[in-house]
């Protein structure tokens, strides 16, 4: 069962516009999120994350919204950008587990398309 | 550059093979990670390392054996495998701090094909 799911595998958006890539969760022992972005033939590259305790967050062009009662986050990249062109990755954590290590559950992936 | 490289970034291998994924990480940290992507699937976590000792083991087969002789290299050997195992396998690695907020930063990940 996906404990964290990205109903949407891909998404066009022209440049210059509002690029909103969604996240829900099951699992409420979630306390932080991330949100990964990732070109072919490389490793996802750390984005943005939000913990729990807020509801926003903010980076740049980037902005993660949390909505914990509805188990739901956001990423909203304005104005989207060609370079924006990747597939976007909603992680999240319940903090530690085992021994102090750090375990992310992923969902299955964005495919955003920006459009000259 | 991501400061986690891994070798090699391809390998094709056939089922009877042994082969060795190698990760190393130059960024200081003490938790280092293997995932599984396949096709169409979420990343999927196979193992962690903490301070070099295996805190997860997420039911992978036998057939996957890490290896962490120091908190900055991590290897995954891999022997008889089947062709359901083809798939991109990345590492990572994280600096796990008071309060379990840290990020992990991934390599490029070994494209594996096994006939």
């Known amino acids: 069962d996906q404990q964290v799911k990205q109903n949407s595998p891909s998404l066009s958006v022209q440049e210059g516009r509002i690029s909103i890539l969604n996240c829900d969760y099951t699992?409420?022992?979630?306390?932080?999120f991330l949100w990964y972005k990732k070109y072919p033939a490389e490793g996802p590259t750390f984005l943005i994350s939000i913990s729990s305790i807020k509801d926003k967050n903010e980076d740049g062009r980037f902005t993660v919204f949390l909505n914990k009662s509805a188990k739901h986050l956001s990423l909203h990249i304005v104005p989207s950008q060609p370079g924006d062109s990747a597939v976007y990755f909603c992680a999240a954590s319940e903090g530690y587990s085992g021994a102090g290590s750090y375990q992310l559950t992923f969902g299955k992936g964005t495919k955003l398309s920006v459009i000259p | 550059e991501t400061g986690v490289t891994q070798t090699p970034r391809h390998l094709v291998m056939g089922m009877t093979n042994k082969k060795s994924l190698k990760c190393e990480q130059h960024l200081g940290h003490n938790a280092m990670y293997w995932y599984k992507q396949s096709a169409k699937k979420p990343l999927e976590l196979m193992f962690v390392y903490n301070f070099k000792e295996q805190t997860e083991n997420n039911s992978v087969p036998s057939r996957f054996s890490p290896e962490c002789p120091n908190s900055s290299h991590l290897f995954l050997h891999l022997h008889t495998l089947q062709p359901e195992d083809s798939a991109l396998y990345l590492c990572?690695?994280?600096?796990?701090?008071?309060?379990?907020?840290?990020?992990?930063?991934f390599g490029p990940g070994t494209r594996l094909t096994v006939l």
């Open positions: 990572a690695s994280s600096q796990v701090r008071t309060g379990g907020r840290n990020e992990q930063f």
């Open positions: 699992n409420s022992m979630f306390d932080y």
